[in-house]
């Protein structure tokens, strides 16, 4: 597979993207120091996935790099590339 040296993504794209991870990573520490270290439970990061509409946003900043991937490497390789992520599946 060869990869370009680059893939391109618009600037307001690359804003929202950006702002997203920011709230994500802050609020993801938060969450868990409160439920690690203040006896606070799994719903708080629930609650907060559900107010903020994390998974939406996630999903929509997955199209958008997948799609600049796609443009540059193709779709196969850019689908190779997505399966190489780890994926939790509890197994109750």
Known sequence: MIIGPECRIGISD???IATDLNEFVSTFDQIYSRI???????????????????RS???????????????????????EIGE????????R
């Open 57 to 79: 946003r996630l999903a929509r900043a997955r199209n958008i790099v997948f799609d600049a991937l796609e443009a540059e490497v193709g779709q196969d390789a850019a689908d």
């Open 36 to 54: 690690a270290f203040e006896g606070a439970g799994a719903d708080l990061l629930l609650q907060y996935f559900n107010d903020r509409n994390v």
């Open 14 to 16: 690359a804003t929202d």
């Open 84 to 91: 190489r992520g780890y994926r939790y599946f509890d197994s």
